[in-house]
């Protein structure tokens, strides 16, 4: 079944690209596993030498990759440019830290020697989603490279320009040829894919549902899993935060990439004494965003990607207002081409309402009003997921105290938004999935963490010694 590249801006087909064949397939990850054997050989130096050269390329490159993102999703192009430059920076910086992050830990342990090697894996296949289409693949892509691996690709099925590209990125930065490969095929190949024995593991940031399918199917390969899944995150606005602050950062997290991210702000949880005022705030905030075409400059909400998930996102909206939910901005489909959905602040919200209950991938906050900070922890960790969380306050303490003994989820960020950063484990707990990407944590999901003792002849002297 071909693969389409529309503009979702004006639902025009830019381009279609044939599915490759499962013997295309087959053949892709022979080749990609033989660029492996000779790949995990060279030196980190060699290595971090090309992905140094790949950050310069995206660099380089970064209006040109920002437009592309922009005509195949809809990415607004100033978010877009920004995101081709934050994967150069993700390059830089496991080429930089890749030898430290890798370097054998020595272990004490009575023996003449033992120490801890990290070893690359083999082939790693990543499924990735088509919302952050570089910076996804790249968060993958560079730290699984520089540990020695090499990886295929299955991206979204409507971002196929953008998956071609991320493998002329590292074709032109001198890669072994083969060794990052794009597997142009749709949802249904995947389990094939992971059924190959040359695939050592797998990982994949996208939907609840997905994450169940893949995770299901390699745990039946005994293959690791590395799983980025949805987010509802909640922002805690308590009786002490800076409303006029609170209000635009809020608005800056929920729209991001035209709020379709997992780890967009979602749920806001007010303190019943401020709610007013930050809803007021907050709408006038929503509503200075200016919604348009992807490639102006001045476009801060582009369209959603598809129209099929603007249209699921408006029935969640009508679901939530036909349950008692008031609407204070935006909520209803805009006239015209294009998956566009106007920034939408819905207020009144409660258990049993999409808005409450689920994921809203797509520019629309809830307001939900609390009593006290009890009840403001209790919302937040009252749902399914666990990707971030924030919390907005005056004292710092209680915001640090609350964010890291209160709040269930993998990133909680005090008086700003949850932005994933190389430096710092990235994922998420509960129905948001396993596993760790980014910073060194990310680097060791894809290797083998090898025990190595040298002994001289004699046993240790430890209680464990002659124990399994």
């Known amino acids: 079944m071909p693969l389409q590249s529309i503009n979702p801006a004006t639902g025009e087909t830019r381009e279609t690209f044939e599915e490759i064949s499962a013997e295309d397939v087959r053949k892709a990850i022979e080749e990609a596993n033989a660029a492996w054997k000779d790949w995990r050989r060279r030196g980190i130096a060699e290595r971090a030498h090309m992905m140094r050269k790949a950050a310069d390329i995206l660099r380089e490159g970064a209006r040109d990759y920002g437009r592309l993102m922009s005509e195949e999703m809809g990415k607004p192009i100033a978010q877009a440019v920004a995101e081709a430059e934050k994967c150069a920076w993700c390059c830089d910086y496991y080429a930089d830290n890749a030898g430290m992050f890798l370097a054998p830990e020595i272990v004490e342990t009575g023996h003449r020697k033992s120490l801890v090697t990290f070893k690359p894996l083999g082939v790693i296949l990543a499924v990735m989603p088509w919302n952050f289409p570089f910076w996804q693949a790249f968060r993958f892509a560079a730290p699984s490279l520089m540990a020695g691996n090499a990886a295929v690709l299955k991206h979204a099925s409507n971002v196929p320009a953008c998956a071609l590209a991320t493998e002329d990125v590292f074709r032109k930065a001198g890669f072994p040829e083969n060794l990052f490969r794009t597997l142009l095929i749709g949802s249904g190949a995947v389990d094939e894919v992971i059924e190959d024995p040359l695939v050592r593991a797998v990982t994949l940031t996208g939907s609840g549902a997905a994450g169940r399918a893949v995770a299901s199917k390699a745990g039946g390969a005994l293959k690791k899993t590395v799983l980025e899944l949805g987010g509802s995150d909640g922002y805690l606005v308590l009786e002490d935060a800076d409303i006029a602050f ?100 819905l207020s009144g919200v409660k258990p049993g309402m999409p808005a409450y209950d689920e994921e809203m991938f797509g520019p629309v906050a809830a307001v939900i009003s609390v009593a006290d900070e009890a009840e403001a922890v209790k919302v937040a960790n009252d749902t399914v997921f666990g990707l971030g969380g924030g919390i907005f306050t005056r004292d710092l303490e209680r915001g640090e105290r609350l964010a890291r003994e209160a709040v269930e989820a993998g990133s909680v960020f005090v008086n700003a938004t949850v932005q994933s950063h190389p430096k710092l484990p990235f994922g998420g707990i509960k129905e948001s999935g396993y596993g760790r990407e980014l910073s060194h944590y990310g680097i060791k999901e894809f290797v083998n963490i090898k025990t190595v003792v040298v002994s001289d002849g004699s046993a240790p002297e430890t209680p464990s010694a002659q124990s399994e």
Do not use: W
């Open 246 to 345: 609170a209000a635009e950062t809020a608005a800056k997290g929920r729209l991001i990439n035209s709020g379709q991210s997992c780890i967009a702000a979602k749920r806001f949880i007010v303190h019943e004494s401020v709610r007013a005022a930050f809803e007021e705030a907050f709408v006038e905030e929503m509503r200075k965003a200016k919604m348009g075409d992807p490639l102006s400059e001045d476009t801060t909400i582009g369209p959603m990607a598809r129209r099929d998930l603007r249209d699921a996102l408006h029935r969640q909206v009508e679901d939530s207002l036909a349950k008692g939910a008031n609407c204070l901005l935006g909520g209803s489909v805009p006239e015209g081409p294009g998956a566009y959905y106007p920034p939408t602040v």
